[in-house]
């Protein structure tokens, strides 16, 4: 062969890397879990689920008598603390504060939550005497309020549709729900589906980018006239996933 015909003789193409399964999850047993938010039905539900699977969590508060407290009555090691000290102490921060503290919570962390995992569970609702309607902030969604107002941290959303009644039933053994997780990055949406997936019953499931968040968020005002009409604890499963 010349050294002509060795020029045009075409490179073999690189080997393609095989496709990750989608269910090959990181390892979160051994991060810590902050909820923000702690005290109220949501928060404390989560808390007490995730902590009961084997988690090390610490509820916040603005008041850190009353995260303590709080934190006494679930039991499973949970501590408590004002917010500030809840999320240094945190590896992934779960924001469950009610809609209309939300803003000026994360604005007030800006600096504590910098460099975390953050996880916004918050669905702004309003309600009227026609019952609950989804309401859309100027950003978007309350996961893309909390990506514009903590530029140095890691922002996803997921845990949205879940029942705090069901969570903080100790009872049940385990909760019958998909759990919808949105995020910019890969590796932080698995880190969020994988914490889920601690929760016996449940599935993370990587739901689309933060700019998909509103309509997430919003069904619960959707699920929140099912369990009235039902008088049920409704939750999400997503078929052949």
């Known amino acids: ?26 390892d979160v047993s051994g991060l810590v879990v902050g909820v923000l938010g702690g005290t109220g039905p949501q928060g404390k ?8 699977a084997g988690q090390k969590v610490i509820i916040g508060s ?38 209309d503290g939300h803003g000026k919570t994360l604005e ?46 890691r922002v996803t959303a997921a845990f949205h549709h879940l029942s705090a009644v069901l969570l903080q039933d100790a009872a049940i053994e385990e909760i019958d729900t998909d759990v919808m997780v949105l ?10 589906q994988a914490l889920a997936g601690r929760i016996p019953g449940m599935r993370g499931i990587f739901s689309g980018r933060l700019r998909n968040a509103h309509q997430v968020e919003a069904l619960v005002a959707n699920l929140i006239s099912v369990n009235r009409r039902y008088k049920a604890h409704a939750g999400l499963r997503l078929t052949d996933v």
């Open 1 to 26: 062969m010349t050294s002509s015909d060795s020029a045009q003789t075409p490179a073999a193409a690189p080997a393609k890397a095989p496709a990750k399964d989608p269910w090959d999850l990181p």
């Open 108 to 153: 007030s962390l800006r600096e504590e939550l910098a460099g975390k995992l953050v996880v916004d569970c918050v669905n702004p609702l309003g309600f009227d005497k026609k019952g609950a309607y989804a309401i859309k902030p100027e950003e978007g969604s309350a996961a893309e309020q909390a990506a514009a107002l903590l530029p140095d941290s």
């Open 62 to 99: 603005r008041a850190a008598e009353r995260a303590q407290s709080a934190a006494e009555e679930l039991g499973h090691g949970v501590e408590g603390a004002d917010n500030a000290e809840t999320a240094r102490r945190s590896d992934i921060v779960i924001v469950a504060v009610p809609w």
């Open 45 to 52: 539900g989560l808390a007490y689920r995730l902590a009961r």
């Open 183 to 192: 995020g910019e990055e890969r590796a932080d949406v698995e880190i969020v």
